[in-house]
């Protein structure tokens, strides 16, 4: 399945638009996560766990939507967004979404 954040693939023709397809992931960190993410802000740095949270929630939205895209009969999902929230102060949701297509 191919996947772009364009509305279009260079050399590719869309022979038919499917519509909207989307995924979400919505994850805790533990309690320890959030500690010692609080104490690496307090110090300075990058807080791995939470980028480790991060990139697996994104892994699972575009999983899902590729899942419902293959489901529709496309086989590619064109215009893909991204979008990250914090939820509760200790939940992670990403969001994505875009365009099922059939590309030749």
Do not use: C, H, Q
């Not at 996947?3 to 994850?27: D, K």
């Not at 993410?37 to 939507?65: H, N, Q, T």
């Amino acid at each position: 399945m191919l996947v772009a954040t364009t509305p279009s693939v260079e050399g590719r023709r869309i022979v038919r638009y499917i519509g909207l397809v989307s995924g979400e992931a919505i994850l805790g960190a533990n309690i320890l996560k959030d500690l010692f993410a609080g104490l690496r802000d307090i110090v300075g740095g990058r807080s791995a766990a939470y980028e480790k949270e991060l990139r697996k929630a994104k892994e699972i939205a575009i999983s899902e939507m590729v899942e419902e895209a293959r489901r529709l009969g496309a086989n590619a999902v064109v215009g893909v967004d991204l979008d990250y929230e914090t939820i509760g102060g200790s939940m992670l949701m990403v969001s994505a979404s875009g365009t099922a297509v059939v590309v030749e």
